[in-house]
């Protein structure tokens, strides 16, 4: 199905694992972003990629490492997880950026526990 | 980035019009400003976005003052799926990122 897609959705982990979260579109979008969303916070970008091979921090890097390998697919990993890290992850891809328009296309969220 | 300012919460009957302010008073001349919602738990979606000129589509209009200090969204007809938080969010011309505030939560009576 065409779209951006997350998976899993819905995952509980324990402190101190590793966990990959994966995200891909089929748009071809250059652009891609990861986000947390917490109560009391909102929307708070954590990395985003303008191209395969390229990422770059977003507000909230600490404890995460992103990968670009094909354009497609932007998977978050949380090397050791704290449970401060517990949230929804949204995932979202938009154009190369040479337009006011640029929408931003979120994927449906990862809810992530973190015992 | 610039800061937008937005009520907490609104309410509004069903068929009736919705208008949502925004307040944006440090916005520079590059500045777009862009509005997404987002539905029970799912993830936000575009609405709308202009830069001068009011602006409108399927969804909603986006009405500017002259000064840019302001704008407000305007849902013609609430429909109970229009329960949602509303995001006003300021954006360079070619830029990517988005910085999410608050929101304003919009409910929707029957």
């Known amino acids: 199905d065409a779209g951006i897609t997350q998976s899993p959705r819905y995952k509980i982990t324990e402190t101190g694992r590793q966990v990959t979260l994966m995200c891909h579109q089929t748009w071809s979008h250059s652009y891609m972003f990861w986000y947390r969303q917490d109560l009391g916070h909102g929307l708070r970008l954590i990395y985003y990629?303008?191209?395969?091979?390229?990422?770059d921090k977003g507000e909230v890097p600490d404890g995460y490492v992103v990968s670009r390998s094909k354009t497609e697919n932007f998977p978050l990993t949380l090397e050791s997880a704290t449970r401060s890290q517990t949230s929804v992850y949204f995932c979202?891809?938009?154009?190369?950026?040479?337009?006011?328009?640029?929408?931003?296309?979120f994927g449906p969220g990862t809810r992530l526990t973190v015992l | 980035d610039a800061k937008t300012t937005q009520p907490n919460s609104m309410e509004s009957n069903e068929e009736e019009p919705v208008h949502l302010p925004c307040n944006h008073s440090?916005?520079?001349?590059?500045?777009?400003i862009h509005w997404y919602r987002q539905l029970p738990s799912q993830g936000p979606e575009y609405v709308i976005h202009?830069?001068?000129s009011n602006v409108n589509n399927r969804m909603a209009s986006l009405a500017i003052a002259e000064d840019r200090k302001s704008s407000t969204l305007i849902l013609h007809r609430a429909t109970l799926r229009d329960a949602a938080v509303y995001y006003c969010i300021l954006r360079r011309e070619y830029g990517n990122k988005l910085v999410f505030g608050a929101g304003t939560i919009l409910r929707v009576k029957s």
């Open positions: 990629s303008a191209a395969a091979d390229i990422t």
């Open positions: 979202a891809s938009s154009r190369l950026a040479f337009s006011s328009y640029n929408e931003q296309f």
């Open positions: 440090t916005i520079s001349g590059t500045d777009y």
């Open positions: 202009g830069l001068t």
